[in-house]
């Protein structure tokens, strides 16, 4: 203050609850002035206001600061939380820490526990592939080792003074390390660094520390989601491969009740041809005629077999929910699972004694194939209930606007708190043979249905199941019947077949009603026939050599758009209709077919053909 030539100066010191805060200082440049005991009391009082609104400014401008770091970590905490992927986690806290608190340049560093090193997961500042393959020993290489190392925070205001320092990161000139910690176990380390010397103030340690904690306890969720997902996934592998146990099981039980019926339908077939032949001379026509009818009943049975087989396998893709007539169904059951509940139970010592009371009921929506599954599992747990034997009981009767199914059966029973499990996934009371997911997929497809499954249970009293299906309404049930064939005038029918006996049938079943039929022993020969001549239908097989039905139908349509194509066919429940539209196939007759389907099919060809 030299440089003013001041005479005569007075200081007031600036005080607020006991602590200095400055100096008022009074100078004058008179040297006849002197400051009176006055003027002191008044400059004195003056300071100590001054001092008050000066406290008061600074309190006010620490109060912004504080909010605008507490809007900042709960804009943080927000940000960090939207996600629960890893990688995007770490790349958002890297943008909030520059938009933020201004820091480019960051590195978050993993701890590998195996090694017992540091690597790098993620950095701003420099290139992540230049250093991704950098490692850093715990407890002994940099700053970050350090901090992983001992767990507690580090800054160093001047690098280049601190031996620690390594400037394989971002190469600034003071650092500040923190550590990432889950439950007081460090998982890595958040690497801070600053192009200046003291580039961080206490203010901005704190912040930092508080941003460490919540990046800690976000890579923690994601850790943990990710696990989760993981878990998820392989408990997804583990009950697909349960359930194609499941499958399995039930398919060799189906087996079983598919071989036993196709060993009686070629014992029927074979034994009634045999005698044929062998009686031929000796006996009527009309014994003859009876005869051959056992033999299209057997060979009926034998489709029926296949039928099943396909619903079973969901093979059959024509209609999803159809009418399904429950008492033929539960006959169905009975027949297909008798190896189950007769053959093996008998081999054991066994006796089941199976009862049926079906009242006939009306129809209800339906999938054959899951309401067939749904009564076969039950059948089997009330096996299963009598190890020593009993009696098990199918009924059906009409009650309300429900058609109910009811299997009673002698067994065990079930305790109360069993009974209100039995439809949760994965519960049995069989131990490891069983996978426990029968009744609850059981349950599933009745829920599906519209319909509703109860149980009653006491112990060693046995249990009933018992389902209520909605029925058919009559006029829906009325329209699943096949209409009659109509009497249809002569038509020209190419048959195309790579199987001369097919061939041969379908030509006969054919020249009966009059048409005149062209045979073609593969695709090739059909296409140059539709070429050269003119017909008012063409039937094809799907499976042939080198030019399948599909090529046939596409083609031939692309000759004669307005001439009917019939595909026959072992598959036909599998043929969708959009296939077929798009291969030029106007209708579709499954093998083995029956004389009335085939003139039926011819019918709708004409009637077809006409509206073309």
Not at 70 to 99: M, N, P, Q, R, V
Request: proline fraction near 3%; include cysteine; charged fraction near 25%.
């Amino acid at each position: 203050m030299d440089s003013y030539h001041f005479k005569g100066v007075l200081g007031i010191p600036l005080i607020v609850r006991q602590m200095i805060i400055g100096t008022m200082v009074v100078a004058t440049s008179d040297p006849r002035k002197q400051f009176q005991q006055k003027e002191t009391e008044l400059l004195s009082n003056l300071a100590n206001h001054a001092a008050i609104a000066i406290g008061n400014a600074k309190l006010y401008e620490d109060s912004l600061d504080k909010i605008r770091q507490l809007t900042s970590l709960y804009e943080i905490g927000k940000t960090l939380s939207s996600t629960l992927d890893l990688d995007e986690l770490l790349i958002k806290a890297l943008e909030l820490l520059k938009e933020h608190l201004g820091i480019d340049r960051c590195a978050f560093l993993f701890v590998d526990r195996a090694k017992d090193e540091l690597y790098i997961k993620q950095i701003v500042g420099k290139s992540l592939e230049g250093v991704k393959q950098r490692r850093f020993r715990i407890g002994i290489d940099g700053i970050v080792g350090w901090v992983a190392h001992t767990g507690e925070p580090i800054h160093v205001p001047d690098v280049s003074k601190d031996p620690r320092y390594i400037g394989d990161l971002t190469q600034g000139r003071s650092e500040a390390a923190f550590p990432l910690k889950v439950r007081d176990q460090v998982i890595g380390v958040m690497d801070v660094e600053s192009k200046e010397s003291r580039g961080f103030d206490g203010e901005d340690l704190k912040v930092l520390s508080s941003f460490a904690s919540q990046v800690s306890t976000s890579i923690e969720n994601a850790r943990l989601f990710s696990e989760l997902r993981q878990t998820l996934r392989e408990l997804k592998q583990a009950q697909d491969q349960i359930v194609q146990a499941e499958k399995l099981r039930a398919l060799g039980e189906m087996a079983s009740g598919v071989a036993h019926d196709f060993n009686n339908v070629l014992a029927v077939i074979l034994g009634n041809i045999q005698l044929l032949l062998f009686q031929l001379n000796k006996i009527s026509v009309e014994e003859v005629r009876d005869q051959l009818r056992i033999i299209e009943r057997a060979s009926k049975d034998a489709a029926e077999t296949v039928r099943r087989i396909q619903d079973f396998t969901g093979m059959r893709r024509d209609r999803e929910f159809i009418a399904v007539p429950m008492t033929e169904l539960i006959k169905e059951v009975v027949t297909l699972t008798q190896p189950k509940w007769k053959d093996q139970t008998q081999a054991k010592g066994i006796q089941i004694e199976l009862k049926t009371q079906l009242e006939e009921v009306p129809m209800v929506f339906g999938n054959p194939s899951e309401l067939k599954e749904v009564v076969t599992n039950i059948l089997f747990n009330a096996v299963e209930a009598m190890p020593r034997g009993g009696q098990v009981t199918l009924a059906t009767r009409s009650v309300g606007h429900w058609v109910e199914v009811t299997v009673s059966d002698t067994g065990t029973g079930m305790e109360e708190d069993v009974r209100k499990k039995v439809f949760d996934p994965f519960f049995t009371t069989k131990g490891v043979t069983n996978s426990g997911l029968g009744m609850s997929v059981s349950f599933g497809i009745v829920k599906r249905h519209g319909g509703e499954i109860l149980i009653e249970s006491e112990p060693g009293k046995g249990a009933t199941f018992t389902l209520h299906l909605p029925m058919v309404p009559f006029e829906e049930e009325r329209s699943e019947e096949a209409p009659a064939p109509k009497e249809v005038r002569s038509a020209r029918i190419l048959v195309i077949d790579d199987e001369a006996s097919v061939r041969d049938i379908l030509s006969r079943m054919l020249k009966i009603k009059g048409h005149d039929v062209v045979l073609a022993s593969c695709g090739e020969e059909g296409i140059e026939r539709v070429k050269s001549e003119h017909f008012d239908l063409v039937l094809t097989d799907l499976g042939m050599a080198k030019i399948t039905g599909w090529d046939v139908g596409k083609t031939v349509k692309a000759l004669n758009a307005h001439l009917p194509v019939g595909m026959i066919t072992g598959w036909g429940m599998e043929l969708s209709r959009e296939k077929m539209n798009e291969n030029g196939i106007d209708l579709v007759v499954s093998k083995p077919f029956h004389f009335d389907q085939v003139i039926q099919l011819v019918s709708e060809a004409l009637e077809l053909k006409e509206r073309m």
